[in-house]
């Protein structure tokens, strides 16, 4: 069953727009924890009031609002600190939280694996430690809906010395964890298939694209591990990698990874940061963004100021405005023409996927050499290295050798150029 929310947001000097989305937003995080939102309160202040945050007359406004819509949960779109929450919760007579510990409460929920589940309660304990003296209740809140199911609901209290322990057992386990992920990684570096990761805001369609990337080329018998899709808010939350298929026939792996929020928490983004370093190594990025998002242009600057953050401004990458099919005015496309190396998709169209293929290899092969080579029977170790890296367009078995035509990374090109028939 929902429970009843009120949302409260303080505004600092925001435009009207920027104030509607930080609403509209907050009000969809609180939906992504299956909160229904009776209520959504502003104010306008100049200044923070140290105990409350808000002006104390909103606060008897809110405890009267509760009252009256049987209001359980009192959603902050600010960040409290620990007394603030205390004080609140004191008068109000209700569960507060801030959109920090919502995040994270949403994290929580959606974390499936071992890692995932380890570096929500990382960021957790570290959002809880320097709250703990003002909230002394500490993580042994038993509430439940939201904000009552976050990590570490044991029945005991604990202490500063006691979650700086689980600070560093934690910590020391991802350390573990990130070794394995690097072994492997080594991996797929050196199999020289193209490592192209799907970046974006949340709920743009990463889940949906990939899906639909690593299906193309496959028979209808074929079995194909697809990463989970819901029409949610961080319905995923795991980097997943996946093979897939160019349009050339090339293999390629595809990345997948946690979307972005604004005011995303330093503490989640920084537990995070290991499994979001897998873009580091793409040679691709794909920022996809939902076009039919009134936010659109907010949220592709949040998505860049990570990418950046990740010190990947640098990568190749191309803008794929998905979701046309919900445009209600295609003219909104106009918008980015001067956007280079864009795709205007639809990840339900298989046409729009091709298209979407067909410009991958044009970008991701921009630097690369297409070249045909001639190599000799007695060479078998170097065809056999061209073949375990490259999918060739065309092969042919002559009597001196074995004839390709490949398109080859400027590095490896430089390796095989010996090979190199020279038809003039």
Do not use: W
């Amino acid at each position: 069953m929902e429970q009843k929310v009120i949302t409260v947001t303080v505004n600092m000097n925001m435009d009207e727009k920027t104030l509607e989305d930080k609403v509209f937003e907050l009000e969809k995080l609180v939906e992504a924890l299956d909160g229904e939102v009776v209520l959504n309160l502003t104010q306008n202040k100049s200044s923070i009031d140290k105990a409350f945050y808000i002006g104390k007359g909103k606060v008897s406004e809110i405890k009267d609002y509760c009252e009256k819509l049987d209001v359980k949960v009192v959603v902050f779109n600010n960040e409290l600190t620990g007394s603030q929450v205390k004080n609140l919760e004191e008068i109000i007579g209700v569960r507060v939280i801030d959109r920090t510990n919502l995040i994270l409460d949403i994290f929580n929920e959606r974390a499936r694996t071992k890692e995932a589940k380890l570096q929500v309660k990382l960021a957790k304990l570290k959002y809880t430690l320097p709250r703990l003296s003002a909230l002394r209740s500490g993580f042994s809140r038993q509430q439940g809906g939201i904000g009552g199911k976050g990590v570490g609901e044991q029945q005991i209290e604990l202490d500063r010395r006691t979650i700086n322990r689980e600070i560093s057992s934690i910590t020391a386990q991802l350390k573990e964890i990130e070794k394995n992920r690097n072994e492997i990684r080594k991996k797929r570096i050196n199999s020289k298939e193209p490592m192209i990761s799907l970046v974006g805001y949340t709920n743009a369609g990463k889940s949906t694209l990939i899906n639909k990337l690593i299906a193309y080329g496959k028979d209808e018998n074929t079995e194909i591990k697809e990463v989970f899709v819901k029409d949610m808010l961080f319905a995923t939350l795991d980097t997943y990698v996946r093979e897939g298929i160019l349009f050339s026939g090339s293999k390629a792996m595809y990345v997948d990874t946690v979307g972005f929020v604004s005011d995303i928490p330093h503490n989640l983004v920084e537990s995070f940061k290991s499994t979001l370093e897998e873009i580091k190594y793409s040679d691709l990025i794909l920022h996809v963004v939902d076009i039919s998002n009134v936010n659109v242009d907010e949220q592709i600057k949040i998505t860049n100021d990570m990418i950046k953050k990740l010190e990947c401004e640098d990568k190749k990458v191309i803008y794929v405005f998905n979701k046309v099919d919900k445009l209600e005015d295609e003219n909104i496309k106009l918008q980015y023409a001067n956007v280079e190396n864009k795709v205007f998709i639809s990840a339900k169209s298989d046409e729009d996927i091709v298209f979407l293929l067909k410009e991958i290899e044009k970008v991701l092969f921009s630097s690369s050499i297409k070249t045909k080579l001639l190599i000799p029977y007695d060479k078998q170790k170097i065809m056999s290295n061209i073949l375990n890296d490259y999918t060739p367009e065309l092969v042919e078995h002559l009597e001196n050798g074995t004839f390709l035509e490949v398109i080859l990374k400027k590095d490896d090109y430089e390796i095989y150029k010996g090979y190199e028939v020279n038809e003039g």
